[in-house]
């Protein structure tokens, strides 16, 4: 009994040193997020690239994305908490965009394909 004892013990003291780093890692992810504010005056009206293609968010409202295989286009609004959201004017899926600071450049949450893209600005 006493070593089951101990041995939970020493459980929960490796998870209580463990938990922060863990709870670190989210901090710091979240830590980068961009405000609404930020996006706007960074992505709205102005393209940037993930590398294969080329997106651009209007002061109207309305987007573009363009790359050698397809083109979208359709409108985009913003929540308060700087989280973008397209709708295609054609299939009418919703796509939105998580945008972050990352090392000197941007990256981006895409909540379809649930994966990190890097966001350059043109």
Known sequence: MARSVTR???ALISLSAVAPLCLGTA??????????????????GREWTQGTGTFLFSPDGTYRYRDPQMSA?????????????????????????????????????HDRSRQYWPAQLR
């Open 8 to 10: 939970r013990a020493a």
């Open 27 to 44: 901090a710091a992810t979240e830590a980068g997020r961009l405000t609404a504010e930020q996006v706007r005056s960074t992505f709205i």
């Open 73 to 109: 286009r359709g409108t985009w609004r913003m929540d308060d908490d700087g989280m973008l959201c397209t709708v295609n004017s054609v299939s009418g899926v919703r796509t939105c965009y998580t945008f972050y600071r990352h090392g000197d450049g941007y990256r981006y949450w």
